[in-house]
Structures are given as structure tokens and as C-alpha cells.
């Protein structure tokens, strides 16, 4: 498959993925209802973010919101893209988990430009061992793509360093 298609459909896949389920959430669960999918370690609920990553930024004025949440975020997303279509030597780890970002990270712009907020709902709680805030599919995006890029770096590092210890023994 074509490089650029297979970027395209992916950071596609990732922001149609989360579009669906926040329209699913929307016309299905009411704002602050708490649905317990698996007792109260796993609850689907419907809250509206005016801010970023759990709530930051919600307070603050509308000009730094705008700065900060969308035009900020929107410049960085369309380098990264820049970035993944110019860089062919990118591993396929490191490109699915760019699009991964990307995906989520332009989902969640939509949102602030068509709504004005992002629709959270999941929230996991594994008796105080692991606890989220409410976040939605584009934030699992974002966030898995940042440990596959995590994991990226910890394999070519240690690839490297396997290499440079070949050549030079």
C-alpha cells in the first residue's frame, strides 16, 4: 500500500473511530449520567470539557483558550504531519504511532471548533491501584501513541547500541 494512503487512512480510522463514539454517547447518555459497565471499576458517563487533558486549562479566558487549545494544536499537528510524510526512514512503529496522535489530537480539535468542548465519557477505577479522569477514544489514541513511540525509542536504542557493539568487536 501507498505510504501516504496508508498515513490518510489510519489518521482517518483514528478520528472516525472517536467521532463515532462521541455521537454515540451524546444522543445516548445523558450529561453527568453514570452507566456502570463493570460495577463502579468501569463507568461510561457524558461531561463536557471546556479545557485540555482533565480540565486543564478550562478556566482559563476564552483569547488563551483559543491560543492554547486550538491554534497552538493545530500548528503542531499539521508539522507533525509535515514531519511523517517527509521522514521515510520513520520505522512502521513509529508511523502508526504518529498517526495514532495526530488521529486523536485532531478529533479533539474538531470538537473545540464544532462544539466549543470535548466530550469525555470513560473513567476507570481499579480500586485506587489505577485511576483515571473521564477521557474519551482520541485521548486513548494520543496516549497509546505516545508509549508505541516510547517503545519505538527503547527498540532502536537498544538496536543501536547491539550495532555499534557488533562493529565494534
Do not use: H
Amino acid at each position: 500500500m501507498n505510504r501516504n494512503i496508508f498515513i490518510t487512512l489510519l489518521i482517518v480510522f483514528n478520528i472516525a473511530i472517536d467521532q463515532i463514539s462521541k455521537v454515540w454517547v451524546r444522543a445516548t447518555i445523558k450529561k453527568r449520567e453514570v452507566i456502570e459497565v463493570i460495577g463502579d471499576n468501569f463507568i461510561l458517563t457524558n461531561v463536557e470539557n471546556k479545557g485540555a487533558f482533565l480540565g486543564m486549562g478550562s478556566d482559563m479566558n476564552e483569547t488563551l483558550r483559543l491560543i492554547f487549545l486550538l491554534i497552538l494544536p493545530t500548528l503542531v499537528l499539521g508539522y507533525v504531519i509535515y514531519y511523517i510524510i517527509k521522514t521515510k526512514e520513520l520505522d512502521r512503529l513509529s508511523l502508526i504511532a504518529f498517526c495514532c496522535i495526530i488521529g486523536g489530537g485532531i478529533a479533539n480539535v474538531f470538537d473545540r471548533i464544532a462544539f466549543g468542548k470535548v466530550t469525555d465519557f470513560f473513567f476507570i477505577d481499579l480500586g485506587g491501584v489505577f485511576k483515571t479522569g473521564i477521557f474519551n477514544v482520541a485521548d486513548m489514541s494520543v496516549t497509546t501513541g505516545m508509549i508505541m513511540l516510547l517503545f519505538s525509542g527503547i527498540f532502536r536504542s537498544k538496536k543501536n547500541t547491539s550495532e555499534e557493539t557488533k562493529t565494534t568487536t
